[in-house]
């Protein structure tokens, strides 16, 4: 996937960004965590980057947006369910913004131009969407979109769906933290381990050394 260049993007959106540890109580209490659901094509890959973002302490893949209870791989695959791939990103505001969670699915998790595709991947199963949670994330992501679009940042049209989250469905246990067991895959070769290089070399301050969350 190419990718555009990001540095102005980078500093522009990543104000809210805190990446230090914060000193702590003797007894702090524990910290209140939020969750973000993206779509970006294969789950896998998306997956992956957002694993290796500190203040992040899980990501589940798993299907959003369709109308079937329970759907399996095989249904959502051949695109008869109306689910988008999804991942189920668990974080620490505290660590890392949900903006900063926005800056890398624009700029290094997927391509938010290309419309029900990713990639060799083609249907509406692989489509870019921000389910959101909450007015305040709506809100946010919008805001995103807005400046994205304002900086002409990308040749072509954002396509991105930003919707209300329904149900969000686990996928199968071979999928979750899929590229870490098969990081020799030609389809992880090409198409996701870029992607980590990518994060590591775009956002070093983001970058946390994991086999999985």
Not at 86 to 93: G, H, I, Q, S
Not at 197 to 208: G, I
Request: aromatic share 10%; glycine share 8%; hydrophobic share 40%.
């Amino acid at each position: 996937m190419r990718l555009p260049a990001v540095a102005a993007l980078v500093a522009s959106l990543t104000t809210a960004l805190v990446v230090g540890p914060t000193a702590l109580p003797a007894q702090a209490a524990k910290p209140r965590l939020e969750t973000a659901v993206f779509a970006g094509g294969c789950f896998w890959g998306v997956e992956a980057v957002f694993e290796h973002i500190r203040g992040v302490t899980r990501v589940v893949s798993g299907y959003s947006g369709g109308t079937v209870v329970n759907p399996g791989y095989d249904d959502v695959s051949g695109g008869r369910t109306g689910h988008a791939e999804a991942v189920r990103v668990t974080f620490d505001p505290s660590v890392v913004s949900y903006e900063t969670l926005l800056t890398v699915f624009f700029t290094v998790a997927h391509d938010p131009t290309e419309l029900n595709r990713q990639g060799p991947d083609v249907g509406t199963q692989y489509r870019s969407a921000i389910f959101f949670s909450s007015a305040e994330q709506q809100q946010k992501a919008a805001a995103a979109i807005a400046h994205l679009t304002a900086a002409n940042t990308y040749r072509k049209p954002i396509v991105t769906q930003v919707a209300a989250l329904g149900p969000f469905y686990d996928a199968e246990r071979y999928h979750q933290n899929y590229l870490y067991t098969h990081t020799d895959q030609p389809y992880i070769v090409y198409n996701d381990l870029p992607k980590l290089e990518a994060l590591r070399k775009q956002f070093p301050a983001l970058w946390e050394d994991t086999k999985g969350k």
